[in-house]
């Protein structure tokens, strides 16, 4: 998933970034001067955060400096992290904190020798509130460098109820119950699934929940690390199953063609715009706060979600994202950085966002009374339910130029599919083909 746990605009970021570069710092706040261990100190934050979230992640910058009386400045990063901070130490001007968005551009900031590991007290911390799933993806080579501050949860059907009311269908508590509803919801006149084959982000989404569920997730962690070949029947059977709902036309608003023109903003507006073009959208938790935000739905009544159901006889999957906080090694305040770390390990700075909204967090001791609505809180409590059955996004976890490129390696080769969905064999020769590739590099 390239949008990790944000709905990014590129161009927005852009142009904060050409200011902030600019101007040194984009502001920031400034706590008590006296009697606070930072007071007089500056921490700096790289993150890919724009509007309300950059917004939102202030607030809880402001209450670290509340706490330690450090001043924070916050950078964006625009989406290529790897490339900012890169260019950022080679200048001499590394931020101390960046946000990683990514688990593969975390182990190669890690590989490449820019980070220190968390505090002592940080670790605990976060062994202590987060599954060890978590921890995991945070440790490279046994290292403990990346805290996962913020989460997405990746396994959500979003769909309109007055659809549902209208086809007479009920929330799906399978795949082949979901395809019949969706089958039944374009009897009633509205195609079940706007799918935002434009990006092919999406794609890779749809395909990793069905194989999480159907293959398990020790052939997750094996596909994911590419010790697992794509042909591998697993893959071709998860291709086969997907290849179900591309190739339907009562599955897909306008059809694959039409789905090919279709960006991820495009399909929310195709279930909660104006002009209704189907009854349901597949994404993360952030079609919420999009269809809350950009067309005036209530979230638990003009726009609900049931997870993403189980395939076969599998498990229902949990498919997540996340950006975790890591310290760099050239930043100027090192001590001031694995001090906003330690705080960010905690429910309370959690907290600070969650009653903002548009957040969730992998850390189970967050009160789920501080999220700002019912069903923020109930997908919160799904992923922290999930425990170590949590899988990171599998095209986050590979090289960019098979998982995270446009018009490359895995997106295009899923693009490809969509179009034409006949030969799911061939489909995983040419993505074995392109993985090979890229993980050999």
Known sequence: MRLTTSTRTAAAATTVLALALGATACGGSTGPASGQELSGQTVTVAGVWTGSEQKNFRKVLDAFTEQTGAKTVFVPTGDNVSTFVGSKIEGGNAPDVAMVPQVGVLQQFAKEGWLEPLSQKAATTAGANLADVWKNYGTVDKKYYGLYFKAAHKSTVWYSPSAFDQAGVAEPKSFADLLKSGRTLADSGLPAFSVAGED??????????????????????????????????????????????FKDKQLVAGGSSAALRTDFPGSIEQVFGPKPKAGMVYEGDFVGGMAKDDFGKKLGEDAKFFPFPAVDSGKAPVVSGGDAAVVLKDGKNKKGAQRLLEFLATPEAAAV????????????????????????????????????SVRFDMSDQAPAAFGGTKGAGEWKLLQDFLRDPSDPKATAAKLEAAAAKAYKS
């Open 200 to 245: 092919g982000w999406t794609l890779t989404d749809w395909f990793e929940n069905i194989y999480l569920s159907q293959a398990g997730p020790e052939k997750y962690d094996q596909l994911a690390a590419h010790t697992l070949p794509w042909t591998d029947a697993s893959v071709v059977k998860a291709l086969t199953t997907l290849g179900e709902v």
């Open 353 to 388: 966002w969650a009653g903002a909204g548009g957040f969730i967090s992998p850390n189970k001791d967050v009160d789920l009374a501080k999220y700002a609505d019912d069903t923020t809180r109930a997908t919160a409590k799904s992923l922290v339910d999930a425990g170590d």
